[in-house]
């Protein structure tokens, strides 16, 4: 069993950062990959940035070069930074991790980008 707690969103102006944190309540070493999804009022929830256990990071269109994910196993912890960040990045981001072919979510933390 895994928890998975997002926090650090919050209320910005557009072209402000937020940096958001997934702390996993074990050694994030042993995931598969984690990542950050977000879902808007209306529309899917669609995948924002990945990283797998060795390292490597993908990112959706939409946030490449504006948004970084990163771990810091030590801390059990999952990053992703946010920058130059527009309305339309409005959203509840949530944090999802394959462990042991099991899939976690976290609870989500909402982001709002004011124009």
């Known amino acids: 069993q895994v928890q998975l707690v997002e926090s650090g969103g919050g209320l910005v102006q557009a072209g402000g950062s937020l940096r958001l944190s997934c702390a996993a309540s074990r050694s994030i070493f042993g995931f598969n990959d984690m990542r950050w999804y977000r879902q808007a009022p209306g529309k899917q929830r669609e995948l924002v940035a990945g990283i797998t256990r060795l390292g490597s990071t993908n990112y959706a269109d939409s946030v490449k070069g504006r948004f970084t994910i990163s771990s810091d196993n030590a801390k059990y912890t999952v990053y992703l930074q946010m920058n130059s960040l527009k309305p339309e990045d409005t959203a509840v981001y949530y944090c999802?991790?394959?462990?042991?072919?099991?899939?976690?979510w976290g609870q989500g933390t909402q982001v709002t980008v004011s124009s």
């Open positions: 999802y991790a394959d462990y042991n072919s099991f899939n976690y």
